[in-house]
């Protein structure tokens, strides 16, 4: 199950790597060397519109992606995919406003073509660094785990794979016997009972423990972390919290008070001003693109059918607040009621005009008005019609953790097949699943991904009803 996986990434990864915070500000900063650096040697002025141009780039790289960590082919793919997606976006705004002629072709050019490679370079760089410094004896650090149980397993696993960055996993302590062990555990090295762990430790000279044992042992909890106190190893403890579906999980100081975070939005801080630049920036110059073609369908709407124009639904969004969501009228009814049923392929209420938009999605074209009032977001769950969220809330663990972000008018649920009607528990359940997702990974690069395969979709699926 995602959520499985997820649960596991969010609290028994590392914490933030040094070179996860640098490649944050890593990448719009290459970006805009690149374009100084270029700039200047074709004598190209520094003007206002270079600076614009050099904001924008900020607010949609930031924060970089940390590439330090994969292979040189996947870095490779990664980089010219994110600066392709953020080439036609700068591109779509300088059409929009007619800003190409402020620019030197040749800097633009040569900006285009070096950046990328840079980027790349860097990133491979950075990793043969990274490489290198984990095989340095100052480097090595030598890790156990208390508790032989799922939990500890999966820490097994997780610090096994760490090999290459410097972590040695010697094995597990446990005071049962091999025989009622998680099987994993069991075929690892058992380093002995809880009360061998003093010595092991001072003998071996661990850098690291990590306690897995369950949250009903705190009583022991307490008298393993007592005892490790005489120990110079660093001490971590794993919370058994999987079943749980983890939104951002993190700790947080709250006055001095240690707060785990475990139902959290990705949207706050920087993350929250970079989301809503990108929402308001592409919304604007796409209403601006398809303006005269929302007049056709908007004519269309009214010649075809019956009715008003713009379909006006309420729907839950951020924090399961009720916004009103606009749509181009499809279907002879437009029910808004306790009960909305949804709409099934061949459905009666559709007409003739509706099939085509729904085929084509034109009918979604009226939500980037809700984006740019703040409601919606270009990227996000679906919303559901209120009385869809009413009848799931209570058949679907974790479904309204969804609502901790605006909704979206495409999604990660959406590009990865689940459109249309969810006829089925099942069905929404996955598309739940992969709204969850969603959260847990997000990044501004996740959001153009996602706007791209949306767009392939348009294009060339003609499965949506």
């Known amino acids: 199950m995602l959520q499985n996986r997820s649960s596991t990434r969010q609290f028994v990864s590392a914490p933030p790597s040094a070179s996860s915070y640098v490649a944050a500000f890593l990448e719009p900063a290459i970006s805009i060397a690149c374009f100084v650096v270029i700039a200047l040697q074709h004598q190209a002025e520094i003007d206002r519109p270079a600076t614009v141009l050099c904001l924008l780039v900020v607010a949609l790289t930031y924060p970089g992606t940390n590439r330090f960590r994969d292979r040189p082919l996947y870095a490779a793919v990664d980089v010219c995919v994110a600066w392709a997606t953020l080439l036609t976006i700068l591109g779509l705004c300088a059409f929009a406003t007619d800003s190409v002629a402020l620019f030197n072709p040749r800097v633009l050019i040569m900006w285009a073509l070096a950046t990328p490679v840079v980027h790349w370079g860097v990133a491979f ?43 040695h996993f010697l094995g597990y302590f446990d005071d049962r016997s091999g025989d009622r062990l998680d099987p994993a555990a069991a075929a690892s090295p058992r380093l002995g009972a809880l009360a061998d762990m003093g010595g092991y430790l001072a003998q071996h000279q661990v850098n690291e423990v990590y306690i897995s044992l369950p949250l009903s042992s705190q009583p022991r909890i307490v008298q393993l972390l007592a005892s490790l106190q005489n120990s110079t190893a660093s001490v971590y403890l794993a919370p058994d919290v999987f079943g749980i579906s983890i939104i951002q999980g993190r700790l947080q100081d709250l006055g001095g008070v240690p707060v785990v975070g475990m139902l959290e939005t990705p949207f706050t801080g920087a993350n929250e001003l970079v989301k809503r630049l990108s929402d308001i920036t592409l919304a604007s110059l796409i ?15 009214k010649l ?39 709409a099934q392929r061949d459905d009666p209420r559709i007409t003739p005009f509706g099939a085509f938009l729904r085929r084509n999605s034109l009918d979604e074209l009226p939500q980037f008005i809700n984006v740019l009032q ?14 869809h969220n009413e009848q799931y809330r209570s058949l679907i663990q974790a479904y309204m953790v969804r609502h901790k972000v605006r909704p979206g008018i495409t999604g990660w649920a959406q590009v990865n097949g ?47 009803y």
Not at 150 to 155: A, E, M
Not at 304 to 331: A, H
Not at 422 to 443: G, P
Request: glycine share 12%; with cysteine.
């Open 287 to 301: 209403l601006v693109l398809v303006s005269p073609l929302m007049l056709l369908v908007a004519a269309g709407v």
């Open 125 to 167: 760089t950075g990793r043969a660094y990274l490489r290198w410094k984990a095989t340095q004896p100052g480097s090595r650090r030598t890790a156990v785990v208390i508790g032989g149980g799922p939990l500890g397993t999966r820490l097994g696993k997780v610090l096994t794979g760490q090999g290459e960055r410097g972590c």
């Open 418 to 464: 689940l459109r249309g009607e969810t006829e089925t528990v099942d069905k929404m359940q996955a598309r739940v699943e992969y709204d969850l997702e969603y959260l847990r990974n997000w990044s501004l690069v996740f959001d153009l991904r996602i706007i791209a395969r949306t767009l392939k979709l348009v294009l060339f699926d003609r499965g949506a």
């Open 374 to 387: 703040g409601s919606m977001s270009i990227v996000g769950p679906r919303p559901h019609a209120v009385a």
């Open 304 to 342: 075809s059918s019956p009715g008003p124009v713009i379909f006006r639904q309420r729907r839950n969004g951020l924090d399961g607040e009720e916004i009103t969501v606009y749509k181009f009228r499809s279907m002879t009814a437009t029910d808004n009621g306790a009960v909305v049923p949804q």
